[in-house]
């Protein structure tokens, strides 16, 4: 389904407003949520109004759809970005694990995760223009592995262009989420959804979601 506003301010609203009461209901369902995000610079305006909201943070488990494989403390960390604007407010209480860990190589921290995973009830994610979402990159040497229905929560992922190794969750890990949500901006990346709409294909991964049939993909966008 697709929500679009007219700017950013109105979008972040709106969107904030719809992931709050998402979450609200799997809480008052089960008593928690885990809340898996995507990082980059668009989410942190959106970060920064879902740490306004009142919630029971102590009961919801933030999780990463993905991460460049970095220490925390480097500039391209998503966790970096998570506890920096999303952590905070509000939403200081929540419990977050993210996907690094100091002194392993990348293998152990995907067996990590992978050890530690927890159904993911909403999922925020992104898009590139490139038509990645997650670290699902077109081209990857790993994307074969990545989109199998057999594949486990979280894999290494090579991108072919964009910096440092990632761990991303794979696709039957998303399609296994009970709400999927993408934010996007720009005409550029409108039509390239509006693209991967139209077939499921691999050269654009968004498409194995978006054209996924009788699947539930909600887009946000605005200019």
Avoid at 2 to 30: C, K, N, T
Avoid at 115 to 126: D, F, I, M
Avoid at 191 to 214: T, W, Y
Wanted: charged share 20%.
């Amino acid at each position: 389904m697709w929500h679009e506003h007219p700017d950013l301010q109105s979008g972040i609203e709106v969107l904030a407003q719809d992931i709050g009461r998402h979450i609200a209901a799997f809480l008052r369902r089960s008593g928690q949520c885990t809340l898996a995000v995507s990082g980059g610079r668009s989410p942190i305006p959106l970060f920064a109004r879902l740490a306004q909201l009142e919630l029971d943070w102590s009961q919801v488990h933030v999780r990463l759809v993905d991460e460049r494989y970095v220490p925390p403390e480097h500039p391209d960390s998503n966790e970096r970005l998570v506890r920096r604007h999303l952590l905070k407010a509000n939403a200081a209480s929540a419990n977050f694990r993210g996907l690094y860990v100091r002194g392993a190589g990348i293998e152990t921290a995907v067996a990590a995760a992978n050890a530690e995973a927890k159904p993911v009830n909403v999922a925020l994610l992104g898009m590139g223009d490139d038509g990645h979402t997650a670290s699902l990159f077109p081209g990857a040497v790993q994307l074969s592995a990545a989109i199998s229905p057999e594949a486990a929560c979280y894999l290494h992922i090579t991108p072919p262009a964009a910096p440092h190794e990632r761990i991303s969750m794979s696709l039957a890990a998303l399609q296994a989420c009970d709400h999927r949500i993408l934010y996007i901006a720009g005409d550029t990346k409108r039509e390239v959804l509006r693209q991967a709409e139209k077939k499921a294909d691999p050269a654009l991964p968004v498409s194995l979601l978006a054209a996924e049939p009788g699947a539930t993909l909600d887009v946000y966008w605005h200019p």
